[in-house]
């Protein structure tokens, strides 16, 4: 790099909601120090760069990649691929790139089963001949091609290496800001950056510890739905009965969803340290259950705890809402391959 | 027989790709438009409970989840059998208000606005949000900043978050309003009402004073008679959050007007090999394919579509400015109301006049004396079975269907996006810009531009994906020969 020359900044989505890009543009008066800091190298969001513009930088061109979005089709693997080789750093930006999110909790179901709902089997669908989309289409006038649409959702790691990851759904503004902070700072200053395979602009300990709300160490005996109680608007949720994942979740956020009144749903993640943050929150749920005195025998206490852990619906689906890619789980096995 | 290729034209659920095909003579044969992404919201979120939907399928659109967070929410009044009370829909519908104002000052500014402001013809370095702030000056690019944190600021107040918020509950609200916030939306509110104002008159001054542009709106090339959708409340007047779907045919006469539950008896979705995305078209008009006119199913759902589809404005000063655009856009009236607007670029004044509408509409809810009663939840007790809901989202008419078991966990869920009711629309209007710019195998200059404008207009979401500050739409066109050959690259200038 030259004395004179910006440092090259990329963001591109994959499987994705456009919310990350969105949340970009929240850090609000800052994007125009972002603007005078770096060059554009491909950000298909803001500027017209090609993907054969990108194919023709000399590898790690890009000082600062920023991933986001899951990898559901051969088109999202087949760029992950591409911006790994061309970036020196390379960021999974929010949940999908980090750990699947929203979109990976089709790990639970299967492609077959996904399009028979979509194109075959709703109430508003015309599709007689049972038509799906195809990756070569034949028509009069030429060949139309799709890209390769996966079974299996898989997060940015799972396909390429990454260097560090920034959690949340999506990050939240002054996190993004403290985290371009550092880099800008490691780039021109040469200050240090963080240590690879880091979690970078978020909390070190768990959104818990961001909440306002009072925790008494109560002890519940069922879990409730959020419709079934009037909550009291101080107390813990998850001490109330209603599902809370702060307790398994990195914080970052500060606490935003419980202090509306509405429990975490683990969007940063799982805590320091912890690989599988739907295995964490079991553990946590567990601990808050109401299993009686010390004399109950130990198929007693266990058949107490399961009791009331059958009153929390879909526990795969909620403890592992945003985290299914990275998760043990990883997708629910049907015996196709994962790809 | 040659092709061009415009790739990518990114995201709608994913990205978008234009292919051309040319005939012997060198004009156009066809266009397509092809989505390449599909996520499947609709079968995963089969398993999960229901209540969890306004969280889950606001992660559609990170540009619109206000929109899904509200139809879901609406959904599940619907499935659970309860009324929200009234506190809770007036909340509903101010935090919505303050989302629309928000998003379609960006699609104004930011996105539509250049071709017009700055004009189809300038250098296209210039025909971005930066240039538009150049020639009206720094102040009103501040004005645009201010007008988007402020009511980024009500939605994260009364939703829990900036983007995709959580508040939603069956029957309910999780929060209520307190007088603090209030005061602070209401003052918010007003200033929104001289932003709207402000921009209606910007597009006065600056476009419907310049000839040049005024028969660029009412051109052929961007125009198309379908029919059109939006929702509409006993007055037959818009209305974003709630009210009966009415579709008016090509002449403007009524065709349907359904409760959101009916969707299905009125609207097919058809399937094509060649896109994961679905062409809805209405039933009883039926799909004829690619065109338009009174026998084509093909209907359009945006800020046009909307005016259109209505007898008129439920605030006053957008009702001025609903009259005065028919007026000077030739419409008659008949039977009472006005004649539909064809042409579709006067979606962008249409979604300034929806604007002003937003924010009066803001105003009133957030004067209510009865917005800050603090009973916003419920407790439920029915058995949920089925639901649906709709809201008009920014994009078009959105519905949310879910069936559940008697515990509430999904076991069928049914999605109607915004953008995709105008997939077809979009299509069509691709191919005409196309068929106009491309004559015995020669490119005009302007055919990047004009395609552009041919689907901007609609604010498809893949437009504010691809457009946004300070940008210029990526757009590559590749003119191959038959053999497959590279000919020509064309592409769009650096934003």
């Known amino acids: 790099m030259g004395a004179k020359e910006k440092p090259k900044l990329a963001m591109y989505w994959g499987a994705a909601c456009g919310g990350c890009e969105i949340s970009v543009l929240n850090i609000q008066e800052n994007i125009l120090t972002v603007d005078e800091v770096f060059d554009i190298a491909f950000f298909p969001c803001i500027a017209d760069f090609k993907v054969k513009d990108l194919e023709s930088y000399p590898d790690g061109y890009i000082d600062l990649c920023l991933f986001n979005g899951a990898i559901r089709n051969s088109e999202n693997e087949e760029m992950a691929h591409l911006l790994r080789k061309k970036s020196k750093v390379l960021v999974a930006y929010g949940s999908c790139a980090y750990e699947g999110c929203i979109p990976a909790l089709s790990n639970l179901t299967t492609k077959e089963a996904t399009f028979e709902k979509v194109y075959i089997n709703n109430p508003s669908i015309d599709n007689p001949d049972k038509t799906f989309p195809q990756e070569i289409t034949e028509v009069e006038e030429g060949e139309l091609t799709l890209p390769h649409f996966y079974n299996t959702v898989k997060s940015l790691d799972q396909v390429v290496d990454v260097d560090y990851y920034l959690p949340g759904c999506p990050p939240e503004p002054p996190q993004i800001w403290a985290v371009l902070q550092v880099v800008v700072g490691a780039l021109l200053e040469g200050q240090p950056l963080p240590p690879a395979g880091a979690v970078i602009g978020a909390g070190t300990t768990a959104v818990c510890d961001e909440c306002d709300r009072e925790k008494k160490e109560k002890l519940i005996d069922r879990f409730y739905r959020p419709y079934e109680i009037l909550p009291d608007p101080d107390q813990c949720l998850l001490e109330q009965g209603l599902i809370c994942m702060g307790i398994a979740t990195r914080g970052g956020c500060g606490a935003l969803c419980p202090s509306v009144g509405m429990g975490c749903r683990g969007c940063y993640g799982p805590l320091e340290g912890v690989d599988d943050q739907g295995g964490k929150m079991l553990s946590a749920v567990a601990s808050v259950i109401n299993a009686g005195d010390e004399t109950m025998d130990e198929d007693e206490l266990e058949h107490v705890i399961q009791e009331a852990i059958d009153t929390i619906p879909d526990p795969a689906g909620t403890f592992y809402r945003f985290s299914m890619a990275h998760s043990i789980l990883r997708r629910v096995k049907n015996g196709k391959g994962d790809s | ?233 006993e007055d037959n007047h818009i209305n974003f959050y709630d009210g009966l779907i009415r579709v008016v045919g090509p002449d403007g006469k009524e065709r349907v007007k359904y409760p959101s539950k009916d969707y299905a008896k009125h609207i097919a979705e058809r399937v094509e090999p060649w896109s994961y995305l679905k062409f809805p078209y209405l039933k009883d008009v039926g799909w004829k394919g690619f065109v338009d006119g009174p026998d084509s199913g093909v209907y359009c759902a945006t800020p046009l579509s909307r005016l259109n589809a209505a007898d008129g404005m439920a605030t006053p000063k957008a009702q001025e400015h609903y009259e005065r655009f028919y007026e000077t856009l030739g419409s008659k009236k008949e039977n009472g109301r006005y004649t539909p607007v064809h042409h579709r670029l006067a979606t962008h004044w249409a979604r300034l006049i929806e604007l002003l509408y937003a924010a009066e509409r803001m105003l009133e809810l957030v004067e209510d004396p009865e917005i800050t009663d603090p009973n916003v939840r419920q407790i439920v007790t029915s058995t949920p079975t089925e639901g649906i809901g709709s809201v008009e989202a920014p994009r078009g008419t959105l519905t949310h269907h879910y069936k559940t078991d008697e515990n509430g966990i999904l076991t069928d869920v049914n999605l109607i996006v915004g953008t995709t009711n105008n997939y077809a629309p979009i299509a069509m209007s691709i191919k005409k810009a196309a068929e106009g710019l491309i004559k015995g195998g020669k490119v005009s200059e302007g055919l990047l531009n004009t395609i552009e404008m041919a689907f901007r207009n609609y604010d498809p979401c893949m437009s504010c994906a691809t457009h946004s500050l300070p940008g210029q739409m990526p757009l590559e066109i590749q003119i191959k020969g038959a053999d497959g050959k590279l000919l020509e690259t064309r592409s769009q200038y650096i934003g």
């Open chain 2, 1 to 233: 027989m040659e092709r061009i290729t415009i790739d990518p034209i990114t995201r709608l659920e994913g990205h978008g790709k234009i292919e051309i095909f040319l005939d012997d003579k060198g004009n156009v044969e066809n266009a397509y438009l092809q989505i390449p992404e599909l996520r499947g919201f609709e079968q995963f979120s089969v398993g999960r409970p229901a209540e969890e939907m306004p969280r889950i399928t606001n992660r559609i659109c990170g540009v619109c989840p206000e929109a899904h967070h509200m139809a879901a929410t609406k959904a599940l009044d619907a499935l659970f059998g309860v009324e929200p009370s009234s506190v809770v829909k007036k909340l509903r519908e101010l935090f919505y208000s303050a989302f629309y104002v928000t998003d379609h000052t960006v699609h104004f500014y930011a996105l539509g606005g250049p071709d017009f402001v700055l004009g189809p013809d300038s250098n296209p370095a210039e025909r971005n949000i930066l240039g538009v702030i150049h020639k009206v000056g720094v102040d009103i690019g501040k004005q645009v900043i201010e007008c988007r944190k402020r009511n980024h600021e009500v939605i994260k107040m009364l939703g829990g978050r900036g983007i995709h918020p959580v508040a939603g509950l069956p029957g309910g609200w999780s929060k209520a309003m307190s007088k603090e916030d209030q005061k602070i939306i209401h003052d918010y509110a007003k200033q929104n009402v001289e932003f709207g104002l402000f921009s209606l008159k910007l597009f006065d001054d600056v476009v419907l004073a310049n000839q040049a542009y005024v028969d660029l709106i009412v051109s052929d090339i961007f125009t198309h008679h379908t029919y059109y959708m939006g929702t509409v409340d």
